[in-house]
């Protein structure tokens, strides 16, 4: 090899390794969302979207990120681990500095790996598994845990629900609905108020009939159904329940919220489902009122759970952005290790949670509220 050719492939081995310690330009502070705004989940990551645009349209009008402007860019994934990776990297391409996001777990697991090797500060505001943040000091969520929700539910109804009899349809094949479902049970063997009376599972590829579990868990005698799912099979097991005019308590988890507003469902049939969840439209807080009302305003209907966990999470990353003295010119890597240092200080008051803090795994700490569906609307229980 020549002297000329080795000098060309020293340079650009070079600039490769030294990608992460780039500095940009100072205009801005890029933020790139990651979520499915098409297919089955949809409406999970079209909220996400909303609520994060609201957020940065409310922090721009304030005045930016320490004094710059916020640019948001947001990329569909459709639910899919292999297109979060290439909406990750088209983002990375773009000059991403901070990620919200990915919306759901399985494709949050996938990116996490990516966020953690190339050192970006993520926050998910919606994927709930463990598994996202584990061994990423990097990787926060906003969301309750899988192991917080599974164990919240249980705590419900031993408080609530004396002497139901419940049955726990969950899919096998998910990890966000099997990781609450192992924590419910644990919890549900150590209290003697409810007695979990069956289990019933199922798949993606078997999620459109659940003709089985729902005659097993009426044979049970079961008045409490638990749902730890998302709300597209939830809503098929809610339309075959009518027909088969069997009608327990439904009480299902955060991923089902966004049910109202799934094309086609008819929400007479969620009348009394029961949720647990950081965030009730109709609280009387002047905070939640206004999101509500430019939610409204802008959308046409009434904001879910990520559409408060997304606004929420832009606040947060702008809060840690600001503790740890970062600047627009600098890379991501040189962000992310700032924030790092000084995320497990910061306190955010936002709409799903009040002074709600962090840990070094990335999990928050809030509490969480009981949410019923009347009138075809959410209401606090």
Known sequence: MNMKKSLSLLLALTLVLSLGSVAFADDTVKIGAIGPTTGGAAIYGQAVMNGAQIAVDEINAAGGFNGVQVELNCQDDQHDAEASVNAYNNLMDWGMQLLCGPVTTTPAIAVSDYVFNDRVFAMTPSASSPDVTAGKDNMFQLCFTDPNQGTGSAEYMAENMAGSKVYVIYKNDDAYSQGI??????????????????????????STDFSVQLNAAKAAGADVIFLPMYYTPASVILTQAKAMDYAPTFFGVDGMDGILTMEGFDTSLAEGVMLLTPFVADAEDELTQNFVAEYQKRFNEVPNQFAADAYDVIYALKAMYEAAGCTADMSYADICEAIVAVATEVSVDGLTGESMTWSANGEVSKSPRAMVIKDGAYTAA
Not at 183 to 198: I, N, P, Y
Request: glycine residues 8%; aromatic residues 12%.
């Open 181 to 206: 479902r192992d924590t419910f049970v644990a919890a549900a063997a150590e209290t003697d108020a409810f007695e979990v009376v069956g289990e019933g599972t199922f798949t993606e590829d078997t």
